[in-house]
């Protein structure tokens, strides 16, 4: 059974701090992605990761960088969170192959930066 | 950039009816296509995927694609409460892209 775990399933920042949000999946899984969803707006992605240490921006990465240092983990950095990146933060994996396969989410990390 | 639409407001069904929904995409390119379920403050779960064209069913669930019209739709037979929550489209080639979702309410 695949499993996506998320560091936080709440967060309260600060405007102007910086957040770290991580990702661990637990099926060696290659692909790995960060996405926000809003209302009204749906999910949208950020960055992904097809390997360690590979990322490529997706749809809206301004205010955000990644890392990924090992294959399990995925981590999502806010360098200085403003307000409008309060949101939910979905990770998400797929299988070596094709990155438009099946996405396994995690829980979900609710941020809100005041 | 890739879009994925879904236009119907809030569906309202009575239990044990059939709630349908619809879904068009812009990548003609697509070859993946799958059906995600939502309930309130949680994350999406997959519950259908299919990648040719026709039917695909899997319990009360049915999955349809026509890839000339670049529309996918899904059937929900026999309506339970439980299937109360938002429905996400989502359909791609190298990337998936999302729709905003449909929310579906059964009533008792």
């Known amino acids: 059974d695949v499993k996506v775990t998320q560091s936080s399933r709440y967060l309260v920042k600060r405007t102007g701090e910086k957040v770290f949000l991580e990702c661990v999946q637990d099926?060696?899984?290659?692909?790995m992605f960060w996405y926000r969803q809003d209302p009204g707006l749906g999910l949208r992605l950020i960055y992904f990761?097809?390997?360690?240490?590979?990322?490529e921006k997706g749809d809206i990465p301004e205010g955000y960088s990644v890392s990924r240092e090992k294959k399990e983990r995925f981590s999502l950095i806010l360098e200085s969170a403003s307000t409008n990146q309060t949101s939910m933060y979905l990770c998400?994996?797929?299988?070596?192959?094709?990155?438009?396969?099946?996405?396994?989410f995690g829980p979900g990390t609710r941020l809100t930066v005041l | 950039q890739k879009e994925v639409e879904q236009n119907s407001g809030p569906l309202s069904v009575p239990e044990g009816a059939i709630a349908s929904l619809n879904c068009t995409y812009s990548?003609?390119?697509?070859?993946?296509f799958f059906w995600y379920r939502q309930y309130s403050g949680k994350s999406p779960e997959l519950i259908m995927s299919?990648?040719?064209?026709g039917d695909k069913e899997d319990g009360r669930f049915t999955a349809q694609l026509n890839k000339a019209s670049q529309y996918v739709s899904l059937l929900i037979r026999d309506s339970q409460p439980s299937d109360s929550a938002t429905y996400l489209c989502?359909?791609?080639?190298?990337?998936?892209?999302f729709g905003k979702g449909n929310q579906v309410v059964v009533i008792p």
């Open positions: 299919i990648y040719s064209n």
């Open positions: 989502s359909a791609g080639n190298n990337r998936l892209a």
């Open positions: 998400a994996s797929t299988p070596a192959g094709e990155l438009a396969d099946t996405q396994y």
């Open positions: 990548d003609r390119g697509s070859q993946s």
């Open positions: 990761s097809y390997d360690v240490k590979m990322k």
């Open positions: 099926m060696d899984h290659e692909n």
